[in-house]
């Protein structure tokens, strides 16, 4: 559990440092990533906002990022409460972001809950699967950062 | 304290997927459910906004929510802090609600802590008593839905 | 871990609590408080908008605040994420603030990390250096209150 803890701790402090090329390095080489919202995945609509199942993938949507260069103009803190482990292996982690604008304004960006499938890999936990699941519909700009 | 944590999450999560029929499953038969606010308790006013002394009246209380309805336009995500242990045993945990509207908007719902009392039944973590001590008192729909 | 995760409960829940008078406590008495916002530090500017290296400053400005008596019209919440461990000792810390005016509003106050020094005095964990970035540079009445 404490484990599990770090992860989303070191996880939430990458993005929040605007670390991002060290972002894919948390996921494995064949993984899946998704955002989805709570509506879509209650439908058992499959589709993401927001779809990887690869390293590579992840990596290719931060270099966009870095190019696109919206991203700098603000600034993220993700809270992220305690995980929680389901019957069969999947772990659920909620979390909060808010959104910190170059002049300062803060606005609540995001809540929603991780649903993680962790592995180990050379002693260290990384995700097999992380599927965040929004719980507003609502993305403007959204879809720009890793959450 | 880790027990404690997880009960904590386990219980937010119990609110946030709309499972309320389970929630009272969370108290001893006999118990003290109380939604009250900080200047009430400072006050010494013992009356809650909300107040339950078994689970069958938490078991009425969902019942009259799923007739009025009114819980389903909205979605809550709790974030909870770490309990801390008090004298006398009391156990003390800070919490955030956010809302989340139909239209996607978010708002900050309600603040402040859980003042518990938690004992064993058949090795579970139940609460005898949960005290809901809000920050603010401004109290619109808040009286509607489980805190 | 479950010990840092402690000491930042009982501070945030000391502020939150208005006993500030008791907040001088957790530090050595020779230590460093600061405030300061991710772009200055980025920046690499030392000063802080709030700067003490004294037990003695802190209570110092405690008694100050007592005496403009502004503190009292507003509550705050924090919440308080999952220690970090860096790399040399440090240990990071994220937070948000919620406050809580008089006639129940209540917005975001303040987001950010703390970057700690802890110690270990008399099997008590204090701080000797607590640094407290905030992610916006917008402050108002953020000057006023401990962080």
């Known amino acids: 559990m404490e484990r599990l803890a770090a992860l989303n701790a070191a996880y939430a402090r990458c993005i929040d440092e605007d ?7 948390f996921f494995l080489e064949h993984c899946l990533y998704k955002i989805t919202t709570a509506d879509n995945l209650s439908r058992g609509y499959e589709a993401g906002l927001i779809y990887a199942d690869s390293r590579a993938m992840l990596k290719d949507r931060v270099a966009a990022l870095r190019e696109a260069n919206v991203y700098e103009r603000q600034r993220y803190r993700h809270i992220v409460g305690l995980p929680a482990l389901l019957e069969g292996g999947a772990v659920e982690t909620p979390f909060l972001v808010v959104r910190i604008m170059r002049d300062g304004r803060m606005d609540l960006f995001a809540t929603g809950r991780y649903l993680d499938r962790v592995v180990e890999e050379n002693d260290i936990l990384k995700f097999s699967e992380r599927i965040v699941v929004c719980d507003s519909a609502r993305f403007d700009t959204l879809v720009a950062i890793p959450l």
């Not at 670390?19 to 390095?25: I, M, N, Q, T, V």
Request: aromatic share 14%; glycine share 14%.
């Open 19 to 25: 670390r991002l090329e060290e972002w894919p390095g």
